[in-house]
């Protein structure tokens, strides 16, 4: 992975130094409420029902094994012995004290961690393909890509007062993992006709409460001229972004009320005053790459093959995990591993001190030290050897790591809800608590199959409910927590948005409807039929009668 | 009335104009619809000419026009206006312009480093007490990611 230079490690701790004078000038009063609220958010600290919560950026979700136990250390010394992993692949911690939010900076900065930019109308962490670099269908590993987006957009002077804050994903695959469709820019790894591999280039799309799916502004272009392309499509955002309303004021109204064509022709006119002397070298993309070269892999793990036919068949419970938890390994001979963080009784996504200790004990000993965060709240161990698999599978088993259910119903999305955030109208954990309940039979999870349900306790839509093949929206009616259902929502290369179902339905009633939804999907799918596939088939109606037959 | 000039805390010697002042001698500045009504009349002013901009005006509109003017002023109505830092990239980065490029309005001292990359050499802050704090602030960091302008 990427390790900072001289170069890096000065700009985090200048960081660090001017937070700590923010901070002092709020709490001695120098800096108003109102102007620190701006610097703090730019450096992911929310005031949050409780307490602050403190994002920490994890560039397209890779961590090192010594990051990890730094975390580690930071939740059992700064917070209540745990963290959460969010849908943009980064850390969250809900009960950091403000005035120690400095010192924590300090410490992750002895790790080459830090938190600019997690939040605020600014250039966001740039997300990307939890599987890059080690699946089947690669054109071409994103995270260099990724890298040099994120030293372009890290405190980038012109950007950092937006209209809204601003999200990139890089994909380099042919399926997308990374929900490129729905970013203010999506960029994917593509080739041309001549067999070149370059970017196409997608903007406006968006979740949030007017999701939107963005649309190709640029098919081709070449690596040289990324970042300018990037930096005109900033700087026109910049200029005509909408400002007199919050709720108007991401890049896809902006797109949307211009038209497509008209904002291309104004991003098309400044990059082309910008594009010569803005050029990556190739010895700077080369340079970049070189920190992302595949690791030593073994060459005889291939001979582990036969162990592991036994040991898959004489273990049921083994070959369970095995065949949800892990994925083919471009490399024969290794596995994608899973850490599922939705244990049953756990809030999605969260992890204590002890567990992220462990996770970097097991990265060292069984994946070159490296772990990613996927954007739909797991972990994952990229490079397994299969002949390590079962004792793997041992370790994770006593950590609650386990748990067979990557891709089924209760590997759901799900946001801090009312218990955490100030911004939510409703619970979520409280509801995915309860689908697991509801769920308990696994051989019923496993019978629906591929299902993903997202669940956000408000509009803003942090969770992704409106790409969820079930959506589950919190609202507010009067004080009481009401929730909203859509259907056939996907952030796939085919991303749809979800059909509203119908009327909001009332928290005790929630897991009921999800219950009978997929009730009349075992009940009425032709044969292999998926749950979206179904969904798309027969559009809302078979649904919305049951689920409201008693209203 | 004092204000940061090249890294250094100066007297201000400019006259900001109301659209409906009378034009004064000495070195003024002015609104840009006021240059569009009065050019004629302005091209012959005896002192400087400074021109101020505001965020929903669009920067090519004096891009002829500025060999004319010793001094840009970009306004902030609101610090979180992030519209000047991009008036300010384009005058510099892609118009070539060599003067005076000064920070009006409601900006913090927080963002003097950030319009101080972005082109701006000059800082006209709201409250005076600020100067020194501003003046430090200009050196935050000593190394960036991007190129300067």
Redesign the interface.
């Known amino acids: 992975m990427y390790q900072y230079n001289e170069?890096d490690q000065?700009?985090i701790e200048?960081?660090v130094a001017?937070f700590r004078r923010?901070t002092d000038g709020y709490l001695n009063g120098s800096?108003s409420e109102d102007?620190f609220r701006?610097?703090r958010l730019m450096n992911g600290l929310y005031i949050q029902t409780h307490a602050p919560m403190l994002r920490i950026a994890v560039p397209y979700g890779l961590l090192s094994s010594r990051q990890l136990r730094k975390l580690a250390y930071i939740a059992r010394v700064y917070d209540k012995n745990y963290c959460h992993v969010t849908t943009r692949q980064n850390i969250q911690f809900n009960w950091p004290k403000l005035e120690q939010v400095p010192d924590i900076l300090a410490e992750l900065a002895q790790v080459q961690m830090h938190a600019i930019q997690t939040s605020g109308?600014c250039i966001r962490n740039t997300t990307s393909d939890h599987l890059a670099g080690v699946c089947t269908d690669e054109i071409e590993d994103p995270r260099p890509y990724c890298e040099i987006i994120r030293?372009?957009s890290?405190?980038?002077?012109?950007?950092?007062?937006?209209p809204r804050k601003f999200k990139i994903a890089v994909s380099g695959s042919l399926q997308d993992r990374a929900a490129t469709q729905l970013h203010d820019i999506g960029v994917h790894l593509v080739k041309n006709a001549a067999g070149e591999t370059g970017f196409e280039i997608l903007v406006g799309g968006g979740l949030g409460r007017t999701p939107v799916i963005g649309q190709v502004i640029r098919p081709f272009l070449e690596k040289k001229h990324l970042i300018s392309y990037l930096e005109a499509i900033v700087?026109i955002y910049?200029?005509f972004g909408r400002?007199d309303n919050k709720y108007k004021a991401r890049i896809k109204i902006l797109v949307k009320e211009t038209s497509l064509a008209k904002f291309s022709t104004l991003v098309e006119a400044q990059w082309q005053?910008?594009k010569d002397g803005?050029e990556l070298s190739d010895d700077h993309i080369a340079n970049i790459k070189g920190h992302f070269k595949a690791p030593a892999y073994d060459d005889t793990a291939q001979a582990g093959s036969a162990q592991l036919q036994t040991q898959l068949a004489s273990d049921a419970s083994f070959a369970t995990w095995f065949k949800y938890n892990s994925l083919e390994h471009k490399i024969a001979g290794y596995r994608i591993v899973f850490l599922s963080l939705k244990a049953p009784g756990i809030a999605p996504g969260d992890l204590t001190d002890n567990q992220l200790d462990a996770v970097a004990d097991l990265a060292d000993q069984y994946s070159f030290g490296e772990v990613r965060n996927s954007h739909r709240q797991n972990m994952v161990l990229a490079d397994v050897k299969q002949a390590d698999l079962y004792a793997l599978w041992q370790k994770l088993v006593q950590l609650n790591l386990a748990t067979p259910n990557i891709g089924t119903v209760t590997d759901l999305i799900c946001c801090p809800g009312l218990d955490f955030c100030s911004l939510a109208n409703a619970g979520s954990i409280g509801i995915a608590k309860e689908i697991n309940d509801a769920i308990d039979n696994l051989d019923y999870l496993y019978d629906i199959g591929e299902l993903k349900i997202n669940i956000s306790g408000c509009m803003n839509g942090c969770a992704h409910q409106s790409v969820g093949h079930i959506g589950v929206l919190g609202v507010d009616k009067n004080g009481i927590e009401w929730y909203q259902l859509t259907l056939g929502g996907s952030s796939d290369n085919q991303a749809a948005l979800g059909e509203r179902l119908g009327p909001a339905i009332a928290k005790n009633d929630i897991t009921q409807a999800i219950t009978t939804i997929l009730d009349v999907y075992i009940k009425q799918r032709q044969e292999d039929e998926s749950f979206l596939s179904m969904v798309n088939r027969v559009g809302m109606g078979p649904f919305k009668e049951k689920v409201y037959a008693n209203n | 009335m004092q204000i940061i000039k090249n890294q250094q805390i100066i007297d201000d010697t400019w006259l900001s104009l109301a659209d409906d002042d009378a034009i004064k001698t000495g070195d003024i500045c002015i609104s840009l619809s006021r240059w569009q009504q009065d050019k004629a009349q302005l091209i012959n002013h005896q002192g400087l000419l400074g021109v101020q901009i505001e965020p929903t005006e669009?920067i090519s509109d004096i891009a002829a026009d500025l060999g004319q003017f010793a001094m840009v002023a970009i306004n902030f109505p609101v610090?979180?206006?992030?519209?000047g830092?991009?008036h300010a990239?384009?005058l510099s980065?892609?118009y070539g312009y060599t003067g005076e490029i000064r920070a009006v309005g409601q900006f913090?001292v927080?963002?003097v480093?950030?319009?101080s990359?972005?082109g701006f050499n000059s800082f006209c802050l709201a409250n005076p007490a600020e100067l020194p704090g501003a003046l430090a602030s200009l050196n935050?960091?000593?190394?960036?990611?991007?190129?300067a302008v």
């Open positions: 170069h000065t700009l200048e960081r001017q923010q800096i102007q701006a610097l109308n030293q372009w890290t405190l980038h002077p012109e950007f950092a007062y937006l700087r910049n200029l400002r005053r910008i803005m | 669009v610090f979180s206006d992030g519209r830092f991009s990239q384009m980065g892609q913090m927080e963002q480093f950030y319009l990359r972005v935050d960091f000593s190394v960036s990611y991007q190129l």
